[in-house]
């Protein structure tokens, strides 16, 4: 049989020190749930930053274990990416056609014919300087003649390997279309003339 209203006032008169202790008891449990709750959620920030500090810890912890240092007196030799090599040996001439040739195709250039030829009659480029290592105009130059359009023909001279320097471009239009000749210059190791 439920409890009414008047049923719990009799009760709470009759057992009033029991009725207390009731009242007091579920207001601390309630008291307490509502700090844990709190305190929870404010700690829940402090252990995702503690499971990241753990997992940095781990990785350096990992990269210590891993890392070997040089020995004393190693000299470390700084290999360059192709796109660094700012000059062509003379045996490698061949490949240099082969990647201007592939190069001219990939902007959208047709009939792409590459050719070794003597050193164009304009002002040589300035070769450049790197690392000290003494570089000079190739004794040949290599001439790309194509069709397509003139802004494709600027894509690839945008693109060229710092191991060329543009001369010239010679423009020609006709029934068929525009047809270019791009003359370059080309960087060689100084002394790689006389060995080739």
Do not use: W
Not at 70 to 93: K, Q, T
Request: charged letters at 20%; a neutral charge; one cysteine or more.
């Amino acid at each position: 049989m439920p409890m009414t209203v008047a049923d719990l006032k009799a009760f709470s008169l009759r057992y009033r020190v029991h009725a207390e202790c009731i009242g007091v008891a579920l207001f601390a449990f309630v008291a307490f749930v509502g700090v844990g709750v709190a305190a929870k959620r404010r700690l829940a920030p402090v252990r995702a930053d503690q499971v990241s500090v753990s997992m940095v810890e781990s990785e350096l912890s990992n990269f210590r274990t891993a890392f070997k240092p040089e020995p004393v007196g190693h000299d470390v030799l700084m290999a360059l990416p192709d796109s660094f090599a700012i000059s062509v040996p003379r045996a490698n001439r061949v490949s240099l056609a082969g990647d201007l040739a592939s190069r001219a195709e990939q902007v959208g250039l047709r009939n792409v014919r590459v050719n070794f030829a003597p050193p164009d009659s304009s002002a040589a480029p300035e070769h450049p300087e790197f690392f000290g290592a003494p570089v000079s105009v190739a004794d040949y130059g290599v001439a790309v003649e194509c069709g397509g359009s003139f802004a494709a023909v600027l894509s690839f001279v945008d693109q060229l390997p710092s191991s060329v320097a543009l001369q010239r471009i010679t423009a020609v239009r006709d029934k068929a279309g525009s047809h270019f000749l791009v003359m370059l210059a080309v960087f060689e190791s100084a002394g790689s003339a006389q060995h080739g």
